[in-house]
Every structure is written in structure tokens, then in C-alpha cells.
């Protein structure tokens, strides 16, 4: 049997056909199968706050020890979600289950998940072993277990040397590690990031990244990390649940989302898009486009070429259309071209290599892309 998670439309809204074409395209359906052997599951969860639902029909699972990111701008209802799955704040409707059971009943310091929240910060007037020994303390667990436990937590986030500093004598990084530390030490299955890396600046970001990324490789724990950076969720996910003004828009892996999206909304948020009905382009697609979608293709799938070469022997696979520069951007390995095409412009880019040919502002130039490149999205 076969379970559709769409929201069944409850309320009349002018988004109803938008968001009905949206779960459609992305096929949001998951096997029964599935829902057994999920982790967590949320179903038909909606969180009010006075008029406003915060989150709302949200329904997903996730499987035993995956990476699963909730993407989405600001006040779309990621932080809300994970409070809810941590038992912060409950639901107006719908519920949670963890391993199949209702967690509704549960209080949130017993639901046996870690937490690294922008704002659960460090105790401050605890020492690094001391804020270490706090969850393993809550659990019972004896002194000297402790100990051990603390010392072998610490070299794992190589801090080892800063058992007995206070968190405000520690680098915002040291800060980050030692929280992650605090939320894997007493070897819960699950882990909740909410934001983890926010505070931190590009570099460290980049290479805590990759520390969470090694730490989920060895601890294997299911996690469910917030955040509203589409690098940050390509890099370390499994999956991606993208949200939009407290629904789900689209769950997919790093590479279907950007591939495959299934709305211009979701297509700009991981990513650059061209949509060339915007241009007032008369499309050639290979099929008949899904009703209600428009044209879309990504920057590097646009060749750019000289007005004057010759049609490519895969012509008939291809659009091609003339255009004047407007711009070009250097950026290092990559080159970007704005191109004046109808009433629009189409951002291009290209990997830099020897030999190629650099157009600059003002050159006529025809682009050309394959039809098979093209995705439809909803507008
Ligand atoms: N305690 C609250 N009371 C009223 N509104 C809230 C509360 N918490 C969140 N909201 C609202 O719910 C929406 C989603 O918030 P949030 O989950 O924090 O978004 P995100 O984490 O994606 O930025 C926002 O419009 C926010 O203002
Ligand atoms: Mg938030």
C-alpha cells in the first residue's frame, strides 16, 4: 500500500493548485515499507501560533541513521519543526512517533535525543569536563564512567588539553565542538542541529562541516540538522526537506533537489536558474511541458559560442538562440556571462579552460542548450 504524503487540502487557498501541481512533481510518496522501518516520522503536523501556523501539515520520515536537512529561509519553519521533534513546544495537530511509537506523551529531557541549538548554548560557569559530565550525570551514570567517557569525548574533538577551560575562554569553533560533544556524549541515536555553524565565519564553517560529516560517519547517529545555508545542506546531507512559509516544498537527495527541482523556488534556493519564459522565450522541448510549469535550466548547461560558428551536428537536440553580452564575471576555475536575450537576461557559466574563446560586454553571441537539459518547474 502505497501512502501519499500530500497535504490534503484543508483550508481554501489560492496556493491550492500551485501546491497540488508541487507535490505532483515531486512524487511525495512513501512506501509502507518505508514508514516501519522509519527513525522518526513525522504526521500531519501543524503548529499554531494564534493566526499563524508555524508549521504546517508536515509530514516526513526519516530513516535509521541518516543525514536529513530542513532548508529554508528565515521563518519558514525549520527551528519551529525540530523544537516540536524535541519536545520543546507541542502540536496543534498531527503527531510524532519515534520507532513507531507516539511521543506525544513523552517530556523532551526524555526523548533520548542530542541537541546543538544556537541558543542551548554551554553552561557558562561550567568547565568543558563539567558541561561533558552534565548529560551522563542526568543519566546515572557513575564517576569514574564519567571520566572515562569525558576524556575519550574530548580527544575525539581534539580538546583534549581543554578539560578544565570555561567556555568563554574557547574560540567560537572550540565553543561549537565542544556542544557537539555535549550532545553525542551520552550516545543518544538521535541528533538534532539547529543552525550549528551560524555564528561561525567561512573558514571554520567549511571545516566544521567536514567535522560533523566525519563525526555522523562514526557515530552513525540519525540526524536532523537545521539550516537556511543550501551549501551547507548539499554538503553533508543524505536529504533535504526544502521549506516554504511552514510547508514542505520538496524532500529529495543533494543531487535530485538541484537536478530535479520542482519549483522556481526551490530551483533559486539551491542555486542559480534561468527560467526562459521570464525571457519571453518560445521554448523547443522535446515532450509536451506538464501544465502549469515553466522552463527552466541552470547556468552550466549553457554553451556560449561566437554568432558566427557553424550549427553543431546534435542540432536538432538543441535550442539555439542569439543574444548580446552584458556582462562578464571572472571568478577564478569559473566564468559567468550575463546575456541579453529577448526581454530577459540568461546567467551563464562556464569552467575556464585553455583555448576557450572569452566574449566581453557587447558581443553577439548564440547560446544553445540541449532540450533534455531542460527542466519545468511550477512558476
Ligand atoms: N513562539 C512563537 N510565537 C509566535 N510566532 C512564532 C513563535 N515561534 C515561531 N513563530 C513564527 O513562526 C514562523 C516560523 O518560525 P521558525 O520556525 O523560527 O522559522 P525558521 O527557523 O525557519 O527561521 C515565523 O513566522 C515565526 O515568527
Ligand atoms: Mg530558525
Not at 117 to 146: D, I
Not at 189 to 197: A, M, N, Q, S, Y
Amino acid at each position: 500500500m502505497m501512502v501519499v504524503h500530500m497535504a490534503v487540502a484543508s483550508e481554501s487557498s489560492p496556493n491550492l493548485a500551485r501546491q497540488r501541481t508541487v507535490a505532483r512533481l515531486a512524487e511525495r510518496i512513501t512506501s509502507e515499507e518505508e514508514r516501519i522501518s522509519a527513525q522518526i516520522e513525522f504526521r500531519g503536523v501543524t503548529k499554531r501560533y494564534g493566526a499563524i501556523a508555524a508549521v504546517k501539515d508536515f509530514s516526513l520520515t526519516v530513516r535509521r541513521g541518516e543525514f536529513l536537512t530542513i532548508l529554508g529561509p528565515s521563518g519558514s519553519g525549520k527551528t519551529t519543526a525540530l523544537m516540536l521533534l524535541a519536545g520543546f513546544i507541542s502540536p496543534s495537530e498531527g503527531d510524532i512517533f519515534i520507532v513507531g511509537n507516539s511521543v506525544s506523551a513523552v517530556p523532551s529531557y526524555r526523548r533520548d535525543q542530542g541537541i546543538v541549538f544556537q541558543n542551548y548554548a554551554l553552561f557558562p560557569h561550567l568547565t568543558v569536563r563539567r558541561n561533558l559530565e552534565f548529560p551522563l550525570e542526568m543519566r546515572g551514570v557513575k564517576a569514574p564512567e564519567r571520566s572515562k567517557r569525558v576524556d575519550r569525548m574530548l580527544e575525539r574533538v581534539h580538546l583534549k588539553d581543554y578539560r578544565e577551560r570555561m567556555p568563554s575562554q574557547l574560540s567560537g569553533g572550540q565553543q561549537q565542538r565542544v556542544a557537539l560533544a555535549r550532545a553525542l556524549i551520552a550516545d543518544p541515536p538521535i541528533l538534532l542541529l539547529d543552525e550549528p555553524l551560524g555564528a561561525l565565519d567561512r573558514n571554520l564553517r567549511e571545516q566544521m562541516q567536514g567535522e560533523i560529516k566525519s563525526l555522523h560517519k562514526e557515530f552513525g547517529k540519525t540526524t536532523i540538522c537545521v539550516t537556511h545555508d543550501q551549501e551547507e545542506a548539499l554538503t553533508l546531507s543524505d536529504r533535504i526537506v526544502v521549506m516554504r512559509d511552514g510547508r514542505i516544498e520538496q524532500i529529495d537527495t543533494p543531487e535530485a533537489l538541484y537536478d530535479r527541482p520542482v519549483s522556481r523556488f526551490v530551483a533559486n534556493f539551491l542555486g542559480e536558474a534561468n527560467i526562459l519564459d521570464d525571457a519571453g522565450l518560445t521554448v523547443e522541448s522535446d515532450g509536451v511541458p506538464p501544465t502549469g510549469t515553466v522552463a527552466m535550466i541552470r547556468p552550466e548547461r549553457i554553451s556560449i559560442t561566437d554568432s558566427a560558428t557553424p550549427k553543431r551536428t546534435d542540432a536538432h537536440q538543441r535550442q539555439s538562440v542569439a543574444g548580446t553580452v552584458v556582462e562578464m564575471i571572472y571568478g577564478g576555475p569559473v566564468r559567468k556571462y550575463h546575456v541579453r536575450i529577448g526581454k530577459g537576461v540568461l546567467i551563464l557559466r562556464e569552467h575556464v579552460s585553455s583555448g576557450q574563446q572569452v566574449f566581453k560586454p557587447g558581443d553577439e553571441v548564440q547560446l544553445g542548450w540541449l532540450k533534455s537539459d531542460l527542466r519545468f518547474v511550477t512558476p
